[in-house]
């Protein structure tokens, strides 16, 4: 009888664990903030099953060995095959907790799995349209702020450098500036270039402008 009033009690514990990882599931799809949290519940959740099973062991021996001093008091077994009987239940009972808990730990490491397969695509997806709308806007500028640079040079403004947004720009919209510079100018970008993304076809059309 206690056998199996500790089994129906790790069923029930059991099962209460299920919901935790439906909800780490739900949260994640909010994003990292929100699974993250969602992971600490279900270690939570599986400490609390763990706890609530050895509970439930130590009940069942409790009632485990009210039975058997009962049996050694009217003669029907001796205390020490009392004894090792409780114990050798008590073990199984244990060795039953732990596969349980190793199970569930098993199922949830699946679950947050599935999980960051699932959200992995959906990040690129979003990685790469904010690179294409960065695009958009860098090339929809290009014109007016190559424009706003031959102006500063006229009126002699040189802060920020001779050419604006330059470690936004593509080699195409770089080289298409660097006519325009003086050898000063251009010494300039060549040391910031160099010290920078080192690119060779902007450090090679620098180098051509000033010969």
């Given at each position: 009888?206690?056998?199996?009033?500790?089994?129906?009690?790790?069923?029930?514990?059991?099962?209460?664990?299920?919901?935790?990882?439906?909800?780490?599931?739900?949260?994640?799809?909010?994003?990292?903030?929100?699974?993250?949290?969602?992971?600490?519940?279900?270690?939570?959740?599986?400490?609390?099953?763990?706890?609530?099973?050895?509970?439930?062991?130590?009940?069942?021996?409790?009632?485990?060995?009210?039975?058997?001093?009962?049996?050694?008091?009217?003669?029907?077994?001796?205390?020490?095959?009392?004894?090792?009987?409780?114990?050798?239940?008590?073990?199984?009972?244990?060795?039953?907790?732990?596969?349980?808990?190793?199970?569930?730990e098993r199922l949830l490491d699946q679950a947050r799995r599935e999980?960051?397969?699932?959200?992995?695509?959906?990040?690129?997806?979003?990685?790469?349209?904010?690179?294409?709308?960065?695009?958009?806007?860098?090339?929809?500028?290009?014109?007016?702020?190559?424009?706003?640079?031959?102006?500063?040079?006229?009126?002699?403004?040189?802060?920020?450098?001779?050419?604006?947004?330059?470690?936004?720009?593509?080699?195409?919209?770089?080289?298409?500036?660097?006519?325009?510079?003086?050898?000063?100018?251009?010494?300039?970008?060549?040391?910031?270039?160099?010290?920078g993304k080192a690119r060779k076809g902007v450090l090679s059309e620098?180098?051509?402008?000033?010969?």
């Amino acid at each position: 009888m206690a056998t199996r009033s500790g089994g129906s009690r790790s069923g029930r514990s059991s099962g209460s664990t299920r919901p935790s990882a439906k909800g780490g599931a739900g949260s994640g799809r909010t994003g990292s903030a929100r699974r993250s949290a969602a992971t600490a519940r279900s270690d939570k959740s599986v400490e609390a099953f763990r706890d609530a099973l050895e509970r439930s062991v130590t009940l069942s021996r409790d009632r485990l060995q009210e039975v058997v001093d009962d049996a050694v008091r009217r003669g029907r077994m001796t205390r020490n095959d009392a004894n090792e009987l409780v114990s050798s239940m008590i073990t199984r009972g244990r060795h039953y907790t732990d596969d349980l808990v190793k199970e569930l730990e098993r199922l949830l490491d699946q679950a947050r799995r599935e999980l960051e397969s699932r959200m992995r695509p959906t990040r690129r997806r979003a990685t790469k349209a904010a690179g294409r709308a960065a695009r958009v806007a860098r090339d929809a500028a290009d014109t007016p702020l190559a424009q706003a640079d031959r102006l500063r040079r006229r009126a002699g403004v040189s802060a920020g450098g001779p050419i604006t947004a330059y470690d936004q720009l593509t080699v195409a919209q770089i080289k298409s500036r660097l006519g325009d510079l003086s050898a000063a100018e251009l010494r300039q970008l060549r040391t910031r270039e160099k010290s920078g993304k080192a690119r060779k076809g902007v450090l090679s059309e620098i180098e051509r402008q000033l010969k």
